[in-house]
């Protein structure tokens, strides 16, 4: 079944109908039979990322109207998925492209991010797209911030907004408070800060306005962070995605060109693997060994405790980069405030905040309602594409099969919440430290708190025997558990201003 986002009337509303297809297949057919001086822009990057070789990401060709959307050697859902999201947006970004190696992933956030952007909901268009400029921001995300400005111009956006955060409306400038405590420290977020926004005068938000916003902001920030992650390249269509110097490369439709695709490419290339794969057998060894420890004995609430403030307080001793601080430049600067403002350990010396605890306030007891209550039925999206991430697994490791990492990907998004100081009183902590390594944590912490950080180098240092889909699923779950974390945080201060 061919899921919402390609129903007809998005395809009537889309800004590039089949008919506009037609003319423009026509129309490089033309072009490539005489030179008729046009200059026609190609990408500038090889391929959706810079971390990810080429080959390696699913490519599509379009060089004849027939064979419009055709995917290079993709199953039938993976190929479905890349028509439906191509025909309603008139493109395929370069995150999806690289999402495309987890299609049941994809999928569910396609739908989701259409739902958010484009379907009936308490704001308006133009701010949706809006607030999502300024969350991509605060993360100096050029990819996102670029991709949002021309989305905010074509429904309509007020151009002025797009000098400065100081020329939108006071509503909007108001959320700049909120925005920048949820992406670098959302457990100082408090009720007190919900009433500033819904309480002031002509300027105030609804409940609902309100929610719509929270899961913009959490969306965006967690996206920055799978961007960074992934060393998303421009697409062809933004600023710094295209080039008009000739092609080194013939046989490219122009259409192929317009659409930042270049050759047909196998959709999975085999990552080369060092031939020592110790690295591998060491971690499966630890997690069989962790299970059997499971088995034999159960550590007491209080020894549980201990490993959770223990693991917290290392959190603290990673550091996310050894790069110097990023200085946003002013083009992405100019849609937030307060510039210096960043991510802060949660237990530094000398300030204490207390421990979440997800028995307490969780997001299937919490907060999940909350969401569903207040903006119909889109707490149901972010659950399922929660479960989808959280359980997504081919009972791979490297070039093994038939293994449960189910251990591991627990360990993986419980390691984040602990970060953002949230606990879960039925995990054992000690596991973390048995299964993520140095360099892995210093990549997940650096993706989830200051993305903008991310090298080439910190991608290729943690789990160097794995295959790239399986480090892009590792971004997967360091983006939802990182959007859940801020959710939790936004959601409980709501509750606690509504009751």
């Not at 003319?23 to 030179?35: A, G, M, N, V, Y």
């Not at 958010?116 to 969350?135: E, F, K, N, T």
């Not at 993706?447 to 794995?466: A, D, G, H, L, N």
Request: glycine residues 6%; hydrophobic residues 35%; proline residues 3%.
């Amino acid at each position: 079944m061919r899921h919402a986002l390609a129903s007809n009337e998005t395809m009537e509303n889309s800004s590039l109908t089949m008919t506009d297809l037609f003319k423009i297949c026509t129309q490089c057919e033309r072009l490539s039979k005489k030179d008729v001086g046009v200059r026609i822009p190609r990408p500038v990057g090889n391929g959706p990322s810079r971390f990810i070789p080429e080959k390696e990401v699913h490519r599509v060709s379009t060089p004849l109207l027939s064979q419009i959307l055709q995917v290079s050697k993709l199953d039938e859902r993976t190929q479905s998925i890349f028509e439906d999201a191509f025909a309603v947006l008139g493109r395929l970004d370069n995150i999806s492209l690289v999402m495309g190696f987890h299609p049941q992933y994809l999928e569910s956030f396609l739908r989701t991010q259409h739902y958010l952007l484009q379907m009936d909901g308490p704001l308006s268009l133009h701010c949706r797209h809006y607030i999502g400029i300024m969350a991509a921001a605060r993360h100096q995300c050029t990819y996102l911030v670029n991709l949002h400005v021309n989305d905010f111009l074509q429904v309509g956006g007020d151009p002025k907004w797009l000098n400065g955060l100081e020329e939108a409306p006071r509503k909007l400038q108001a959320l700049g408070e909120l925005n920048k405590i949820l992406a670098h420290r959302p457990w100082l977020l408090t009720k007190e800060h919900i009433e500033r926004l819904l309480k002031a005068e002509e300027h105030s938000w609804s409940l609902a306005e309100l929610i719509h916003a929270v899961v913009l902001l959490t969306h965006y920030h967690s996206l920055a962070s799978f961007t960074f992650g992934c060393g998303i390249t421009p697409d062809i269509h933004t600023d710094g995605g295209h080039t008009f110097r000739p092609p080194s490369l013939s046989g490219y439709c122009v259409c192929d060109i317009a659409n930042g695709n270049g050759a047909q490419e196998d959709m999975f290339g085999n990552q080369q693997v060092s031939e020592s794969s110790g690295e591998v057998e060491v971690l499966m060894e630890r997690m069989k060994q962790l299970q059997e420890c499971r088995d034999e004995e159960e550590a007491s609430q209080e020894e549980m405790a201990t490993r959770f403030e223990r693991e917290k307080t290392e959190c603290m001793l990673v550091v996310t980069s050894e790069d110097e601080e990023c200085v946003p430049s002013r083009d992405v600067s100019r849609h937030f405030e307060d510039p210096s403002y960043g991510y802060k350990d949660f237990s530094r010396r000398g300030e204490h905040v207390p421990t979440l605890r997800v028995q307490d306030y969780s997001w299937e007891d919490h907060g999940f309602s909350l969401v569903n209550r207040l903006y119909s039925d889109f707490g149901q999206l972010l659950d399922e594409k929660f479960q989808i991430a959280f359980n997504l697994t081919y009972n791979t490791m490297a070039t093994h099969q038939g293994v449960d990492t189910s251990m591991l990907r627990r360990a993986i998004w419980n390691y984040i919440h602990c970060m953002f100081g949230i606990r879960y009183d039925d995990y054992d902590y000690g596991e973390i430290n048995q299964l993520l390594d140095r360099s892995f944590k210093v990549y997940i912490k650096t993706m989830v708190c200051s993305p903008e950080k991310i090298t080439k180098r910190m991608y290729e240092s943690f789990w160097r025997q794995f295959r790239h889909s399986e480090k892009v699923h590792v971004n997967l779950l360091l983006m939802e558990a990182r959007m859940q974390a801020e959710l939790l945080y936004a959601l409980r201060a709501i509750t606690r201003y509504m009751t």
